[in-house]
């Protein structure tokens, strides 16, 4: 019988298996930032125990970072201390940090890819629910807690069992407007928030295939709202050639080495997933969500759904909405157009395409915050900083801003903000803020308009 993709790479990389138990995975790359390793690092030091493998971690500083001045000192304290107890920790046991003010700085989710950190065939772990955005490289990738992080130091591997397979399928032509924000949207909205529970899933069909690496990174981000531990996307041409060349990445023969045994990855004809779901890709639509998860969710031209269990009530009445509405015309005060969901080039490119030759509206405070310092300067480069600042937007530095309320980017309470994040819960964003998740062109229209529009009619 044929193997799947997440079989390949997973059996690759087991040492050991417990006796009816959880196996021993080696991790080619762990990930960390300052607000999930402190306290795995004052565990490893009272047990007087080494960081095996310093040279298969990286760090940068992204959570608490703030988005204006930061080559000021940082005023929050706890950020701050954060921040130096991240460069004391690296230091102290020889690990790669891009701090504040680094030109490899941003998300961790965002430089590790575009340095060619990320490559196809490998595991990759993070003290970060998001870690998921690596599997669009054909790599298992996923989020682990602060004892984990510690497991990871300590012997570069992890004690874990083995998830269950799942397939998700989209085929066929999507509408004008619908972006890989969109896709990911629908499946959750059409699936739920725990229908990947114990899963790790694959994306499969032409709608994925079609798709740039950024979007690919944007659809396996998201697949942790829909409880998987993680997502996957086949490697593929898209993906050599976007690792090709990269700081990180192997160069020459041995680079084409690598590409002989990726090309070996995707799965098999004939594997058989534990679970499997197929979509129509002209089903899609510009999508919203209306309530405090991001299964909450509906297309552009649909109103919110009618439904009387209390859970979604309670959701309802914390956004102010109701059953039967329309989000069409809902005057919005707030847009945020980052996160390591949508701060990619790409991102900024859809967005300036849209806002060129248009004003910001005046009511809204739009926040566009490029994922890394790389980022930043490709817009700079492409010239896209002009376009925004003639429609009257303002970038801001590199760092996971309002995507949640660990920095100075608050949304304040009662306020609604478009966001292109990944998660619209209850005080996500600040505290009593209101979040509906959309696509940067959604994000951008709605800056213009100074409220939701159909972007299909504009």
Known sequence: MGKTLFDKVWDAHVVDTVKNGPQV???????????????????????????ARPDKIVATADHNTPTINQH???????SRLQLEQLTKNCKKNNITLYGLGHENN?????????????????????????????GAFGTIAFGIGTSQVAQVFASQCLLIEKPKSLRVNVNGKLKKGVLPKDVILYI???????????????YAGNVFEEMSMEGRMTVCNMSI??????????????????????EFASKGDEFDKKVAYWKTLPTDDG????????????????????????????????????????????????????????????????????SCTNSRIEDFRIAANYVKG???????????????????????????????TQAGFKLREPGCSACLAMNDDK?????????????????????????ILASPLMAVATAVHGKIIDITKH
């Open 271 to 338: 594997a058989v997933f534990d679970k499997e779901y197929s979509f129509d890709a002209a089903d899609i639509e510009p999508m919203l969500t209306y309530g405090t998860n991001p299964g909450m969710g509906i297309k552009i031209t649909e109103k919110i759904p009618l439904n009387t269990d209390d859970s979604f009530q309670k959701s309802l009445a914390y956004m102010n909405f109701k059953a039967g509405e329309t989000l069409i015309g809902k005057s919005i005060n707030y847009v945020f157009l980052g």
């Open 25 to 51: 995975l080696y991790i080619d790359k762990h990930l960390i930032h300052e607000v999930t390793s402190p306290q795995a690092f004052n565990e490893l030091e009272e047990r007087k125990i080494p960081v």
């Open 411 to 435: 949304i304040p309470e009662g306020e609604y903000c478009v966001s292109t994040s990944n998660r619209n819960f209850e005080g996500r964003q600040g505290q009593g803020a209101r979040t």
């Open 72 to 78: 000021l000192p940082i005023k929050d304290k706890l």
């Open 106 to 134: 941003g998300i961790v989710h965002v430089i590790a890819p575009e340095l060619g950190i990320t490559q196809p065939g490998m595991t990759m772990v993070c003290g970060d629910s998001h870690t998921s955005t690596h």
């Open 188 to 202: 959750i909205a059409k699936l739920g928030t725990n229908s990947g529970t114990g899963y790790f899933c694959e």
């Open 358 to 388: 248009k004003q910001k509206a005046t009511n809204v405070h739009a926040w566009l915050v490029p994922g890394s310092q790389r980022v930043a300067k490709q817009i700079q480069e492409e010239g896209l900083d002009t376009i925004f």
């Open 225 to 246: 709202e829909m409880g998987a531990r993680g997502g996957m996307i086949a490697p593929d041409e898209t993906t050599f050639k976007y690792v090709k060349g990269k």
